[in-house]
């Protein structure tokens, strides 16, 4: 658990190599459950380094953000208060959301979650450039490896901004089009 505390905390410093402006911004964070008691059942810090809510919030994303400009930004739901501090500590303000329905049952408290939220904020008018309607609810059954999301979501996101800059933060492969940046890319 040290090492990945160690390992999250090295990949904050080196969001400050991350230059230029973008206008649109896709992440999936890389969410410290602390004692929400997920951690027992889906063992997020097995399988990559976690960053506390503080840390993700303090990220210099709003200096890489236009003035206008879209963030669509994956939380599950115990995590969603924590997503939204992230939203306002990234100078977003949040609008509207996409579900993925991950078909199977997952583990829950309440409920089985077999759900995560993908969130849509903006800061300055950022509407779509297509007018296109896309269903809020992707029913796209989960892959086996821990977090990967589907690739249909980011489909999505081109489909509906075909202008300007985009940036994938916390990104585990490279994608054309794309200025990726995570600790979990390959080296080249």
């Known amino acids: 658990r040290e090492v990945n505390q160690q390992k999250a905390q090295e ?8 230059s230029g402006k973008y206008r649109v911004f896709y992440a999936d ?12 059942y889906g063992h ?9 809510t503080k840390d993700l919030a303090g990220l210099p994303v709003k200096d890489l953000a236009h003035d206008n400009a879209v963030l669509f930004l994956w ?19 949040y609008k509207t959301c996409m579900v993925w329905d991950k078909v199977k049952h997952n583990f829950g408290h309440y409920v089985s979650v077999r759900h995560e939220l993908l969130l849509i904020a903006t800061r ?5 450039d ?23 979501f ?10 300007g800059r985009k940036i994938e933060l916390f990104a585990r492969k490279e ?14």
Not at 29 to 40: D, I, R, S, V
Not at 44 to 52: F, G, I, R, V
Not at 76 to 83: E, V
Request: hydrophobic share 30%.
């Open 154 to 163: 980011r489909k999505i996101i081109q489909t509906l901004y075909t202008k």
């Open 124 to 128: 300055g008018s950022c509407t779509p």
């Open 29 to 40: 964070p890389p969410w410290q459950y602390g004692n929400k008691g997920l951690t027992e």
């Open 11 to 18: 990949a904050v410093g080196e969001s400050a190599k991350l």
């Open 175 to 188: 994608s054309k089009g794309w200025k990726t940046w995570g600790n979990q890319l390959p080296t080249s």
């Open 130 to 152: 297509v007018k296109k309607l896309f269903d809020s609810v992707q029913t796209i059954e989960r892959t086996k490896q821990h977090s990967a999301k589907p690739e249909q």
């Open 75 to 93: 939380a599950t739901a115990p995590m969603l208060p924590d997503a939204l501090q992230v939203i306002a500590g990234w100078g977003f303000s």
């Open 44 to 52: 997020a810090e097995s399988h990559y380094p976690t960053t506390s």
